[in-house]
Structure formats: C-alpha cells, structure tokens
Nanobody, 120 residues
Framework: QVHLVESGGGLGQPGGSLRVSCEAS????????MGWYRQAPGKERELVVN???????VVGDSVKGRFTISGDNGKNTVSLQMNSLKPEDTAVYYC??????????????WGRGTQVTVSS
C-alpha cells in the first residue's frame, strides 16, 4: 500500500506565493510519475503539473510561468512552488503518484488534498 502525505498551502494573497509538498511512502517498486491536480468548487478536476522520475515535466496552461515543480527521487517527494497567485487558483490541491508494485502492477494513488485559498 502507498500513502501520500501533503503539506503546505493555506491562505495567500493575489500576487503572492505559496508552496505545497507531497511525500509518498509504503511498499512499491517505483514511482514513474508524481504531480498535482486541483479542483475548485463546482469545477472539474484539472492537471496542475506532473514530473517523471527522469525529470520530464508537464505543466497546465493555466499555471505556466507561475508554478514550478521539483522532485526528489530518493525521498519520493515533490514540491510545487506557486508564484503570482490569482484568486482563480483557489482550489483543493491533490497530490498523485503513479506507482509500480513489486508484482509489476500499476496504480494511481491520491493524497487527501490540501486547501489553497487566494484572496485579498
């Protein structure tokens, strides 16, 4: 089983910055991809950013130029730096990890979500 623990987020101001982090723990062979989705009230869940173990990064159009992701393969962690915040960034941010088990099964795991609120 794999557990994802998120930290950070909270309340930020327009134009300000926040940071969220996620660590994966448990029993698994590897995690090829980790990243973040977000979901605002009444809205569809959308990709924010993801990163592979090889360093390939995919960033959602709505956050390009403002959000950056970094990873630590040894710790199975990712961090999302959110700059130039906008009110529309307000959402619950969910960490995800695509995991390969010791029996070579692939499954996606999700964190519980952490609230990010941007308001003046």
């Amino acid at each position: 089983q794999v557990h994802l623990v998120e930290s950070g987020g909270g309340l930020g101001q327009p134009g300000g910055s926040l940071r969220v982090s996620c660590e994966a723990s448990g029993s698994f062979r590897s995690i090829p991809t980790m990243g973040w989705y977000r979901q605002a009230p009444g809205k569809e869940r959308e990709l924010v950013v993801n990163i592979t173990s090889g360093g390939t990064i995919v960033v959602g159009d709505s956050v390009k130029g403002r959000f950056t992701i970094s990873g630590d393969n040894g710790k199975n962690t990712v961090s999302l730096q959110m700059n130039s915040l906008k009110p529309e960034d307000t959402a619950v941010y969910y960490c995800f990890a695509d995991v390969i088990s010791y029996t070579s099964m692939r499954r996606t795991y999700w964190g519980r979500g952490t609230q990010v609120t941007v308001s003046s």
